[in-house]
């Protein structure tokens, strides 16, 4: 499958650079292009690595809105981003990374510092600034990926950001997301959601190239029911009620319910 990988990595090495000096423009001059360009970039990506994704639900139409999601590989990033316009909440680290930390910035990630309090306060109010903007925002909230087994338990900190620019007149809305790969053409496991996981200390050039050689992947993403929130939400609960939502629906997405 040496030719599989070859194939991929020669249609993007010519069509990544143009695609992102067409991006780099489009954000310095706030072209409304700027929104489609990272779409157009994960479809294509998403056909070069043959996953197929179904989409259950739709992301609520009103704004400010934040997505809440669990989180299982790389792969996520390219699955939701291919699905419509948004942004993510991203560690810092990632900011720093190559090629990895250019692509989250041309989507206009939001890099937050988890390891100091202040930072997170920080993170509060730029996450704030862009949800008020109108920008869809998506949140992993188990702060990680998670070995594909079961779902991590959810962070309460940053879910927080979107009741700073709830008002009373005006909810802020906080959406479940679930991502889940319940299939593989061929696989022998029923279950497979677990191989395609990227967490730990795993590397990533092996699991890519996992991912171009292996059967074609399924994936689904599941939209929640939005959820209208006060300034006044329990951040807490919230992340618990979330937490339990999107784990149940990830269950059954493993096991192929409907």
Request: glycine content about 6%; overall charge positive; charged content about 20%.
């Amino acid at each position: 499958m040496r030719w599989r990988v070859s194939l991929v990595l020669a249609v993007l090495a010519q069509v990544t650079p143009p695609m992102m000096a067409v991006q780099a423009l489009a954000l310095k001059y706030d072209w409304r292009i700027a929104q489609k360009m990272p779409v157009w970039f994960h479809r294509l990506v998403l056909k070069l690595l043959r996953v197929r994704v179904h989409i259950e639900g739709a992301p609520a139409s009103g704004r400010p809105l934040l997505l809440v999601s669990n989180h299982l590989s790389w792969l996520d990033i390219v699955v939701i981003g291919a699905a419509f316009p948004v942004s993510f909440i991203a560690k810092a680290e990632v900011g720093t990374w190559p090629v990895i930390g250019t692509f989250a910035r041309m989507q206009r990630s939001v890099f937050i510092d988890r390891t100091r309090r202040i930072a997170t306060r920080d993170a509060h109010a730029r996450m704030a600034e862009r949800l008020a903007q109108g920008d869809p925002l998506v949140l992993f909230a188990e702060g990680t990926t998670s070995d594909g087994h079961r779902i991590l338990p959810f962070r309460s900190a940053l879910i927080g950001a979107a009741t700073s620019v709830a008002t009373e007149e005006g909810a802020a809305r906080v959406q479940p997301l679930t991502i889940a790969y319940p299939g593989r053409a061929g696989a022998v496991t029923p279950l497979p959601g677990p191989d395609l996981a990227w967490h730990g200390d795993m590397d990533l050039l092996p699991h890519l190239n996992d991912v171009i050689t292996g059967p074609p992947i399924q994936a689904v993403l599941r939209f929640g029911e939005p959820v209208a929130i006060t300034p006044e939400v329990d951040r807490k609960a919230l992340a618990r009620d979330l937490e339990t939502e999107i784990a149940r629906s990830y269950d059954a997405l493993r096991a192929g319910a409907a």
